[in-house]
């Protein structure tokens, strides 16, 4: 059994969110320090095989093509393209590849399948392979699974209240019902939001309801500050706070205690210090790389100086989420490279790490 608590309301996650900081970052880092080793953080690779030209409306998105933003659209990549650069990103510390292609859904037919093509092909690397291609049905799901897929993501974005006044192209329920079809295959979902959209902090309670409310909660929840690109419908809205950033990320580890929480767009806003407050607070995977998608993103080799820092360690691929059962059912922190996970599924026995068994021993 999960210790995940499902049933969070929106008034208990606000009350967290508005603690005092020290009260709210000495909580969150002591969740933190149960579930997972701190000084790990994982190093996820964005890589965009199609870009622009969306038929969507998403107003933070320059991809949608009813936009007018100086992004180059490109037709879905080669695999041999992606291949090589998810070696480039291996070789510099990257043990996760996520996909995006600028699609409302996935149609099946060549393209699919050259994906499908994309994901064995990572998989056979050793890497953990994500993919974020829009709506999905159950099918594409489980084909999607037989490739090898490890994680798929799909972002509910803010609360089911202000989704509205971001898209209108499709609605939050359809959101949950791709996640319910990836839950139905063997692929770990990943979904999470974005701040700064112009959103009450009601909404970032209200979105973090939702997500932790799904059982299980997703494996991977990304909090990303909105990148105000000119063009888009947001192009104006002012930068988020350094501490809404950590308030959120704290309060994200909070009532999801298990689930990898994912620094991911804004960083390049972000100080050493703004970030290093974000992985004390449970944060413990970013995204590498000088684009995410289509926007900036901090170069690899300032994220390794800052690893060194901060004397952090780039997780290995496979690791297994932390989902604490028993304290005997007890397994070895990382699955070896080469060695090929048992996905974190809810009827799976799942295994505490080593790390945080002996975390909790220090906290209790
Ligand atoms: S976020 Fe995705 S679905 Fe929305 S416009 Fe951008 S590419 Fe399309």
């Known amino acids: ?20 900081m020290m009260e709210l970052l000495y909580e969150a880092a002591t969740v933190h ?17 199609k870009t622009g030209g969306c038929p969507e409306d998403c107003g933070y998105c320059p991809q949608a093509a009813r936009y007018h933003t100086d992004i180059e659209g490109n037709d879905l990549m080669k695999v ?15 043990s996760r590849v996520c996909m995006g292609a600028a699609w409302r859904n996935v149609k099946d037919g060549p393209e699919f399948d050259q994906v499908l093509e994309m994901v ?4 056979k690397l050793d890497m953990e392979v ?27 974005d803010t609360s089911e209240d202000y989704y509205k006044d971001v898209i209108s192209t499709r609605a939050f329920e359809d959101r949950l019902e791709t996640i319910d079809n990836v839950r139905k295959s063997n692929v770990t979902v990943c979904s999470g939001g974005i701040i700064g959209m112009g959103e009450e902090v009601e909404d970032r309670a209200g979105m973090l309801v939702a997500l932790a409310s799904l059982n299980p909660q997703p494996e991977s929840v990304p909090i990303n500050a909105l990148v105000a690109v000119e063009g888009t419908p947001m192009a104006e809205m002012e930068p988020v706070s350094i501490w809404d950033m950590i308030r959120m990320v704290a309060t994200t580890r909070i009532v999801m205690p298990e689930t990898q ?16 407050m974000c992985f004390f607070a449970g944060a413990n995977s970013i995204f590498a790389g000088d684009k995410l998608l289509t926007t900036p993103n901090p170069d690899v080799n300032e994220d390794m100086a800052m690893f060194k820092l901060l004397g ?22 990382l699955v070896p490279l080469g060695e090929k996970p048992k996905w974190t599924r809810p009827e799976h026995k799942i295994e505490r790490n080593e790390i945080a068994k002996n975390n909790k021993k220090l906290v209790e």
């Not at 829009?134 to 994680?151: D, I, P, S």
Request: net charge positive; aromatic share 4%.
């Open 1 to 20: 059994m999960s210790e995940a608590r499902h049933d969070w309301s929106k008034e208990e996650i606000l009350a967290i969110y508005n603690k005092p």
């Open 33 to 49: 320090r149960v579930h997972h080793d701190p000084n790990t953080v994982q190093v996820s690779t964005l890589l965009s095989i």
């Open 80 to 94: 041999s393209h992606v291949k090589a650069q998810a070696l480039r990103a291996k070789a510099s510390g990257s």
């Open 120 to 123: 064995r092909t990572i998989n």
């Open 130 to 156: 994500c993919c974020t291609l829009g709506m999905l049905t159950e099918n594409q799901a489980k084909r999607l699974a037989e490739a090898g897929l490890y994680a798929y993501n799909h972002n509910l």
């Open 261 to 276: 929480v994912r620094l991911s767009a804004g960083r390049t806003e972000m100080s050493r210090e703004g970030q290093a």
């Open 312 to 333: 952090l360690n780039p997780q290995k691929p496979f690791v297994k989420v932390a989902q604490p059962t028993t304290t005997e059912a007890v397994d070895s922190e």
